[in-house]
């Protein structure tokens, strides 16, 4: 039995671990922790909550934690994460970190676009990138794994596998995303209230939002060359759900079979990954509440660009669903336990 902490679990991170590895039956969850709610136990801040109802909140001391867990889940803000995930590593426990802190492996490119100092550049080189899809035997190996942000898994997905087969010029990608107001996290901020969000659809961040180094690293990498894309993040009035649309020219002679061969080659035997059939195309409903990334393409033959959307929930294959996923690989277990869900349809 993999005995495992969630550092971090009153946010919707923590709380989507909980719902998952309730159905795992390889696991066993023995700490979780909340500065703000320590000494309670779940079930009283979260009645819902039956498998792991008389769990008590403990503050996040390492010390105590470290020696009773195999593995421990970071579900807490970039900076506070990486100072914990060493401390963990240094007492032999396996992490798992859902901030942006490990992320990145320029340190200078994680301190210019978070603005802040990286507080343990030294062990970025351990970190390996938690896309299950392009790295799982290096997640089998690793003993820290970096879980990808919700937007970059969404535009990442696609594009991948059309780089890597040379049929779309990196330097025409454009991606136009959309999130459910989860994505911004638990915490009360002005901007995310119902009356500011209801009926409402907007833009935000444009041109500067933090994911873009992110998708920008693995994207040169799979291209094996240089360059920057232009990504557009909106905020949509619903409570989960990413849809990414991206656009890109295609090279001379590539027509819509290439590459949908390109993308359903590269998945069909990944059990997370649906390309969908020609004519069809993804929604957030699809998706809801699975580690699912669903993927329609178009060729416009009249301008010789690729339309790719892609739909996943943020909660799950953005953020715990993905983390669970990487937690089976690293363990050893089937890559699918307690994560075979159905969407939440309607």
Request: proline share 5%.
């Amino acid at each position: 039995m993999l005995k495992v902490a969630i550092v971090g679990a009153t946010g919707y991170t923590g709380l989507e671990l909980l719902r998952i590895l309730a159905n795992h039956p390889e696991v066993e969850v023995v700490s979780v922790t909340s500065r703000e709610k320590a000494g309670q136990k779940i079930k009283d801040v979260f009645p819902f909550e039956a498998r792991f109802a008389d769990l008590v909140f403990e503050k996040p001391d390492v010390e105590n934690i470290a020696p009773r867990v195999d593995l421990v889940f970071l579900c807490v803000p970039h900076g506070a994460a990486a100072i914990t995930a060493k401390a963990f590593l240094e007492a032999g426990v396996k992490v798992i970190d859902l901030s942006a802190d490990f992320r990145l492996k320029d340190s200078q490119v994680y301190e210019n676009w978070y603005k802040t100092t990286h507080p343990c550049p030294e062990i970025i080189e351990q970190a390996v990138y938690g896309l299950p899809e392009v790295y799982r035997e290096e997640i089998k190996k690793s003993s820290l794994v970096a879980n990808p942000g919700c937007y970059p898994t969404a535009s990442l997905l696609p594009l991948i596998p059309l780089l890597k087969e040379g049929l779309i010029e990196p330097q025409s990608i454009i991606i136009d995303a959309k999130s459910g107001v989860s994505g911004a996290g638990r915490s009360a901020k002005l901007r995310l209230i119902f009356c500011e969000v209801n009926e409402d659809f907007c833009a935000y961040n444009v041109a500067m939002h933090r994911h873009t180094p992110e998708i920008e690293q693995e994207l040169n990498l799979a291209a094996g060359s240089s360059f920057s894309i232009n990504f557009t993040t909106h905020l949509v009035p619903m409570s989960r759900g990413i849809l990414a649309t991206s656009y890109a020219s295609v090279k001379e002679g590539v027509t819509e079979k290439d590459l949908r061969g390109a993308l359903s080659g590269a998945y069909s035997k990944e059990p997370f990954v649906k390309v969908l059939e020609e004519g069809q195309y993804p929604q957030t409903a699809h998706v809801k509440g699975t580690n699912l990334c669903v993927i329609g393409l178009k060729l416009d033959s009249r301008t010789r660009r690729a339309i790719i959307i892609s739909a996943i929930d943020n909660l799950v294959k953005g953020a715990s669903g993905q983390a669970v996923q990487n937690m089976n690989i690293m363990a050893g277990f089937s890559e699918t336990i307690a994560l075979e869900t159905r969407p939440l349809f309607p």
